[in-house]
């Protein structure tokens, strides 16, 4: 019997287009941040609908320099979730202000209500993540940081193409978030390799963000010459070097002309997956956008343990056994030994409870029909052999 090939997790979506792009930049003379940077900021501007669009080196960046923007610091609060990477809990740690922790309802997006429960004086900011690409639900985080005076960033790293209610998140009169972090990280729906972007509404805030993005400089390093056309330039504080290099904003370019093909042909292959598991109560779907657009970053399905003798680590492992890439996410973040002590703080039961029987499969637009039967006949296998 032939050995089934290794099936990647993920693989980036690059075509010719991207290679053609970055040679090009690479023969113009210009390498980092100008010209195609900024005709990729006006392009996220035109596909989102947000005012403004500020192209940054990732999306670590973008958030931890939204939160700086903001004004945000030592004895501040910020309420985010769980279920995210450790670099979102990291943005809010490295502004000097507190994290903390409010569990997710059963979508696995943070839960309002725990959100409102743990709101106090010292909160300034709401930091929803949109885990696999599923809307938040905006509308109540937004009637509580009006309530409350509060400020809100989204983590959409997982959110390119991600609507809330008809409207990419962000959208200029449908948001009342100030700020939105995408990432173009290698596995990222839309890829720069390494790359970020930050959207707001808000032109003082825009104004904000791109002094500090680069160093704290008084103009942009590509225009030295300012508006007196004579070379000056100054720093007026001690800012981040947080900007998109040219090389990495052609490939953006390209691929943003590509999105809606990619996250179209996500939710074919989702809904692939949801139709092979539908009829096997083993396992349970990922819930589908109720108020939105999923886009589909990832494909978590999870176990239900009480109908199988086999535990999610043994799962994964049978997977792996039979050449399936996989991923968990997130391992939660107070499971992290560095940030232990907000699970103290903090209790996320219901995050905990998730993340013991879920999984991500592979989800990406280069996978054929045949490759999704593949991943789900391999999880029928394991349920047939490990049902109770
Ligand atoms: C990938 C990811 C980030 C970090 O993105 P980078 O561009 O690598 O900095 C942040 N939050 C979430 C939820 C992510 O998945």
């Given at each position: ?107 696995g ?191 978590i399905l999870r176990l ?8 999610r ?15 968990v ?25 998730l993340y013991e029987r879920m999984f ?29």
């Amino acid at each position: 019997m032939l050995e089934a090939s290794y099936l990647p997790f993920n693989l980036p979506e690059i075509g010719e287009e991207e290679i053609g792009a970055v040679v090009e930049t690479m023969r113009s003379g210009w390498l980092t941040t100008g010209a195609r940077t900024a005709a990729f900021e006006r392009d996220f501007e035109a596909y989102t609908g947000a005012r403004h669009a500020l192209a940054l080196n990732s999306c670590t960046a973008a958030l931890h320099l939204a939160l700086a923007a903001l004004g945000v610091g030592p004895g501040d609060e910020v309420i985010t979730t769980p279920l995210t990477f450790c670099s979102t809990v990291h943005a809010i740690v490295h502004t000097g202000a507190s994290p903390v922790l409010a569990d997710v309802d059963e979508t696995g997006n943070i839960d309002p209500a725990s959100v409102a429960a743990r709101i106090t004086p010292r909160t300034k900011v709401l930091l929803p993540v949109h885990l696999a690409g599923l809307p938040c639900r905006m509308e109540e985080l937004w009637e509580l940081a009006r309530r409350h005076g509060l400020r809100v960033v989204e983590d959409a790293a997982h959110a390119v193409g991600t609507y809330y209610r008809g409207r990419h998140l962000g959208a200029d009169g449908a948001s009342a978030s100030d700020a939105v972090a995408y990432s173009f990280y290698a596995t990222k729906n839309l890829t720069t390799g390494e790359g970020g972007m930050v959207t707001t509404n808000r032109p003082e805030l825009l104004a904000r963000m791109k002094a500090l993005a680069l160093h704290g400089l008084n103009r942009d390093a590509w225009n030295r010459y300012g508006e007196k056309g004579t070379w000056f330039y100054q720093v007026l504080e001690a800012g981040f070097k947080y900007n998109l290099s040219d090389l990495q904003a052609a490939i953006g370019v390209e691929q943003l002309k590509k999105i809606e093909r990619f996250t179209e042909r996500r939710r074919e292959l989702a809904e692939r997956y949801q139709r092979a598991f539908a009829g096997m109560p083993e396992v349970e779907c990922p819930p589908e956008a109720v108020d939105g657009r999923h886009a589909w970053h990832l494909y978590i399905l999870r176990l239900r343990p009480e109908r199988l003798a086999i535990g999610r680590d043994a799962f994964l492992n049978e997977l792996r056994e039979r050449r399936i890439g996989i991923s968990v996410h997130f391992i939660p973040v107070p499971l992290h030994p560095v940030y232990e002590g907000l699970g103290a703080a903090y209790p996320c039961p219901r995050a905990v409870a998730l993340y013991e029987r879920m999984f991500s499969l592979p989800l990406y637009p280069a996978m054929t029909e045949g490759q999704v039967d593949r991943v789900a006949g391999a999880v029928g296998e394991i349920v047939e052999r490990w049902r109770r």
